[in-house]
C-alpha cells in the first residue's frame, strides 16, 4: 500500500471515528438526564467507551496527518488492546451464553424459564442481592406485566400469545402452580397450588409483587440477558473483524511513516 493512501485511509477513518465518538458520549449524557434508573446505570459505560475511542482516533488522526512514526505507534498499541479486549470479551460471552433455554408448556404458545439451566456466572449475577434488588426495580417501573391486559383482551389471546421471556416469568406463575388465569394479569389465588415450587406461594396479583422475587422471574431476565450478550458478541465479532482491517491499513501508514522520516534524516 502506498504511503499517501494508508495514512488518507487511516486519517479519514479515524476523522469519522471521532465523530460516532462524540455521538456515543452526547447520547451518554443524555441518558444521564434521563429519570429511568435502568437506563441511567449505563450512563459511566458509554461516556467512558465514547472518550476512549475518541481519544485514540484523535491520536490516529493527527499521527496519520502528521505521518508520525511515534504518534501511530502508540495508536496500534492502543488499538491492538482493544483487539485483544474484544477478543476476549467476545469468547467468555459466547461461553456464558452457552447454557439455558425455553421449556415448552401443554396449551401454551410461550416457554418458560427455569434458572438452574443458566451459567453459573449469569447466576451469580442474579442472585446477588444488590443487583436483583436494582433489576427488581426497573422492572416495576417498566410496568410490562401492568399493560398485559390491555394487549391482550381475552385468555384466549393471552395464553396464544408468544410472550418474552420477562413476560412470561415476572407478570404471572408458573404454570405447574396451576392457578386458574381470570385475565393476562390477574389470576385466581384461592386455589391451592397443586406443585411445591417455592413460586407459586410468593407470586400476588399487587403490581409491584407480581413474581418480581420467584425464581422463574430471574430466570426470565438471565435468558434477556443472554439473547443481548449474544448480540453484542455477534456485534463484537463484526467490530472486530473491522479493526482488525483498520489495524493493518494502520501498520501500512506507520510504515511509510517511518520510511518518510528515515528519508529526510
Known sequence: MGVGTSTFIIKWINF???LLAIAVIVFGMWMSNHHDGCRKS??????GLGAFIF????????????????LLWIYLIMLCFILVGILIFTVLAFIVTN?????????????EYQLQDYSPW?????????????????????????????????L????????????????GPPSECGYPAVNASYYDLT?????????????????AIKCYDCDSCKAG?????????RVVAIFNVALFLVLSIIYFVGCCARRSAARNQHSKA
Open 16 to 18: 469519522i471515528t471521532m
Open 221 to 229: 431476565v438471565a435468558q434477556y440477558m443472554k439473547t443481548e450478550w
Open 99 to 111: 447454557n439455558g433455554s425455553g421449556h415448552s408448556v401443554a396449551g401454551l404458545r410461550y416457554k
Open 55 to 70: 481519544f485514540i482516533s484523535v491520536i490516529g488522526f493527527i499521527g496519520a496527518l502528521k505521518r508520525s512514526s511515534i
Open 156 to 171: 384466549k389471546q393471552y395464553k396464544s400469545a408468544k410472550l418474552t421471556p420477562i413476560e412470561a416469568g415476572c407478570c
Open 122 to 154: 449469569f447466576l451469580k449475577q442474579i442472585n446477588n442481592s444488590h443487583n436483583w434488588e436494582h433489576l427488581r426495580g426497573c422492572l416495576v417501573k417498566s410496568e410490562d406485566c401492568s399493560i398485559l391486559s390491555k394487549k391482550y383482551k381475552t
Open 42 to 47: 449505563l450512563t459511566v459505560p458509554m461516556i
Open 191 to 207: 386455589f391451592h397450588p397443586i406443585s411445591s415450587n417455592i413460586d407459586c406461594k410468593l407470586y400476588k396479583n399487587s403490581r
